[in-house]
């Protein structure tokens, strides 16, 4: 059994510019969550896909915005890439909505906007 | 609006000396609290979930409780390997979507040889 995947590991972008994270759910997971973590902070609640469809959001601006595929795998896209925007991005999967211990969290995406 | 508090923000401790994380919450009902471990560089790991008030889960050296306002993580002889952040989290109607959880800073736990 395979756990959670996220690339790439690290990243450097330029503010302004558009950036795409991937993630590769655990097997048998259809529910994905996306979390944002700050240094020295708790993850941030971005929001969470769930057969291909959003379901549900945390108080992130519309230029973060995401993709479920059919095999349950997404993507975050973040665009306007400003420098608070640095942090660790976390993906979750979890075997179907409403259940937090269900998550298995990969290892995260580590973001620096420059 | 959720907020989750957790204290205290480091903890240095000798191998062996026991101690106790705190997380007090301010919710508008509460589904579950979750307890994760967080090593550098990695994502969080499962340890607990709590449900109600009175209610207590334990796994080798850790034990958590809950009341209706906090949750203690109690760390009985802590080993070297005990060390990492320790976040709590919370979940609720509220919380964004079915289930977006309210993290709290974490605690910084150092366990000394």
């Known amino acids: 059994e395979t756990g959670v995947t996220q690339s790439p590991t690290h990243l450097i972008k330029t503010r302004g510019q558009q950036v795409t994270l991937r993630c590769s759910s655990q097997?048998?997971?259809?529910?994905v969550s996306w979390y944002q973590q700050a240094l020295g902070q708790g993850p941030q609640f971005i929001f969470q896909y769930y057969r291909e469809e959003e379901n549900g959001r945390g108080n992130f601006p519309p230029r973060f915005s995401g993709l479920q595929f059919p095999n349950y795998s997404s993507e975050l896209n973040v665009n306007a890439l400003e420098l608070d925007d640095s942090a660790l991005y976390l993906c979750?999967?979890?075997?179907?909505?409403?259940?937090?211990?269900?998550?298995?969290f990969g290892s995260g995406t580590r973001l620096t906007v420059v | 609006e959720d907020q989750v508090t957790q204290s205290p923000e480091a903890l240095r401790l000798q191998e062996g000396e026991s101690s106790s994380l705190n997380c007090s919450y301010t919710v508008s009902g509460l589904r579950g609290l979750f307890w994760y471990r967080q090593d550098p560089g990695k994502g969080p790991e499962f340890l607990f979930t709590l449900y109600s008030a009175g209610e207590e889960k334990e796994k080798e050296r850790l034990k958590a409780t809950l009341t209706k306002k906090e949750s203690f993580l109690h760390i009985t002889a802590p080993k070297p390997e005990d060390s990492a952040t320790y976040l709590c989290?919370?979940?609720?109607?509220?919380?964004?979507?079915?289930?977006?959880?309210?993290f709290g800073k974490g605690t910084h736990l150092i366990i000394q040889p």
């Open positions: 979750a999967s979890s075997p179907r909505p409403g259940r937090g211990d269900g998550y298995t």
């Open positions: 097997s048998g997971h259809n529910t």
């Open positions: 989290a919370v979940q609720t109607p509220s919380g964004g979507g079915a289930d977006g959880l309210t």
